[in-house]
């Protein structure tokens, strides 16, 4: 069966450091994957999709970029955390093609930026 | 660009009770996907129900069912004979016709159950 993972669970981080949250996709292959962050009263924002290695879809311009180094890996990062970046980042994948209708989630990253 | 809209931010129903969660949306796409995702205090989201639109029977899964008006675009939830676990976060989404990848989400409705 197939799972996803992401992590950490939680991050503390001061303002102006980097950021990196992994995401990891098992049990499956050539997924489309995803970044969501949940903010109050504003829902799932989509924030980056892939389709492809190497192949990066941004939703919203902002200081947070993603990465797919391997088929099943995502990554999100920044350079230089802002206040506004705190919130729950969700990573997420559907199967690629007609028959992926579904999008399943991990377990999502808290992030707290002090 | 296609939009998802859960007007009711929060919703009560007494134990054992039913009750309907709305959802709408706009989009000019003719095949397309809806679903409702619930999203308890542990914050992972768990799939309840979903809908092609080309099907015109409604989506049930045991106690969940959905009301989908294509020509209204209108996709609610009724959970019947509400359960204390079924409180959580209830997000409606919305994924294109095959070929499109992006799943929109509405801004989520709390289900509050009352013992």
């Known amino acids: 069966s197939q799972t996803i993972h992401q992590w950490p669970a939680t991050l503390v981080q001061p303002v102006g450091s980097p950021l990196s949250l992994e995401c990891t996709v098992e049990?499956?292959?050539?997924?489309?994957l995803y970044w969501y962050r949940q903010a109050a009263g504003r829902g799932l924002q989509l924030l980056f999709y892939?389709?492809?290695?190497?192949?990066i879809s941004s939703e919203v311009p902002q200081n947070l970029s993603a990465s797919r180094p391997q088929d099943r890996q995502f990554i999100l990062s920044s350079k230089k955390l802002l206040l506004s970046d705190s919130g729950f980042y969700l990573c997420?994948?559907?199967?690629?093609?007609?028959?992926?209708?579904?999008?399943?989630f991990g377990e999502g990253s808290w992030l707290t930026v002090v | 660009a296609q939009t998802v809209t859960q007007s009711q931010p929060e919703m009560s129903v007494q134990e054992a009770e039913t009750v309907t969660l709305s959802c709408t949306y706009d989009?000019?796409?003719?095949?397309?996907?809806l679903f409702w995702y619930k999203q308890p205090p542990s914050r992972q989201m768990i799939l309840v129900i979903r809908?092609?639109?080309?099907?015109?029977q409604n989506a049930t899964e045991n106690r969940f069912s959905v009301n989908f008006q294509k020509a209204a675009k209108s996709f609610s939830l009724k959970i019947s004979d509400s359960q204390l676990g079924d409180a959580a976060m209830y997000f409606c989404?919305?994924?294109?016709?095959?070929?499109?990848?992006?799943?929109?989400f509405g801004t989520g409705t709390r289900l509050k159950v009352l013992a």
């Open positions: 989404a919305y994924r294109g016709a095959p070929g499109t990848y992006k799943y929109i």
């Open positions: 989009t000019s796409e003719s095949d397309y996907y």
């Open positions: 997420a994948w559907s199967v690629r093609g007609g028959s992926g209708n579904t999008i399943y």
């Open positions: 892939s389709v492809g290695i190497g192949q």
């Open positions: 809908q092609e639109a080309y099907k015109q």
């Open positions: 049990g499956t292959s050539n997924p489309n």
